[in-house]
């Protein structure tokens, strides 16, 4: 039977080259299976250490002086390769095309499985099927480097998922997009988490979208974490998020805001839907007898 915990992190710090600053400074956090937890954090927090420390870029490859254990699916990365740990980690940075290099968006999605000696038949269907969930299905032969932004990163997306992986790391994988192709992502991850019960760690520094699809937000400051929990517990209070470099969502302004000016009504939605029932519901109760 596999772990449930997909990432362990036990009291772990992390000091990249010579720096005389802890990146990380003794983090214990684990994502489990099917979870999707979003780190939240303003610039140098540590969001993308973490996730370099997901799939063992961090020893391998990142060089640096680390303390504590970190494991993925019970595999220690320090006794494990980077190959053999994108097995079960596929990791997606904040620019595409930093991942991009094939003449093809077939080829891209197929350069993982081929270099793993997945047999060619599986290879085609690891591909098609990747594409169909990214939404980039009947664009087998098209450039990556002539794709939309949004389409750029579901090829990446598309060719992280074609090593069939059980957890996805996103670094700031949204910075680039506009409304709709920010949307359209998370509803690929939405998907990757309920069907495929694929483990997702989201970073980034806008709550907007985290907080409509996360089981669990992580806030980190200055290599630690300060606070984690339910979405509603987190961010609630939008002050203090953008004290931490965090912008807040939309609605929990709202709802701050009304709870200043309507004192005792502790309002504290999170989306559209969601306000307009607290609003009704508190500020209108009786709205059924003048109906």
């Known amino acids: 039977m596999f772990p449930m915990v997909a990432l362990s992190l036990k009291d772990v710090s992390f000091r990249y080259g010579e720096s005389s600053t802890l990146a990380l400074d003794g983090v214990t956090l684990d ?42 699916f019970g595999l220690d ?23 991009l290099f094939c003449m093809t968006v077939e080829e891209e999605v197929a350069f993982g499985p081929e270099n793993l000696g997945v047999p060619r038949e599986e290879i085609r269907e690891r591909v098609e099927w990747a594409l169909e969930l990214v939404g980039l299905s009947g ?4 450039s990556p480097h ?17 090593m069939r992986p059980e957890m996805l790391v996103l670094d700031e994988p949204a910075y680039a997009l506009d409304p709709v192709g920010r949307v359209e992502l998370f509803k690929v ?11 997702v760690l989201f970073a980034d520094r806008d709550s907007e979208e985290a907080a409509l699809y996360s089981d669990r937000i ?15 517990a987190v961010l ?11 912008t807040p969502p939309q609605m929990s302004e709202v709802a701050a805001l009304l709870n200043e000016r309507i004192p005792g009504n502790g309002f504290d939605f999170l989306s559209v839907d969601e306000a307009e029932r607290a609003i009704v519901d508190r500020l209108w109760p009786k709205r059924g007898v003048l109906e």
């Open 236 to 246: 609630k209070d939008p002050h203090a998020l953008l004290s931490l470099g965090v």
């Open 31 to 72: 994502v489990q299976k099917g979870e999707f937890v979003s780190v939240l954090g303003g610039n140098g927090a540590g969001k993308s250490t973490i996730c370099l420390l997901s799939n063992g870029l961090i020893p391998h490859a990142v060089k640096g002086e680390l303390e504590g254990k970190v494991e993925v």
């Open 146 to 162: 002539n794709l939309s932004g949004c389409e750029k990163q579901r090829a990446a997306i598309a060719a992280a998922l074609s």
């Open 139 to 142: 664009m087998n032969d098209r």
């Open 77 to 99: 990365t320090r006794q494990h390769s980077v190959a053999e740990l994108s097995t079960r980690v596929g990791i997606v940075f904040q620019e595409p095309e930093s991942q």
């Open 189 to 199: 991850l939405k998907e990757l988490k309920e069907r495929h019960r694929v483990a």
């Open 218 to 232: 992580v806030l980190v400051d200055h290599g630690r974490i300060v606070a984690q929990g339910p979405p509603k």
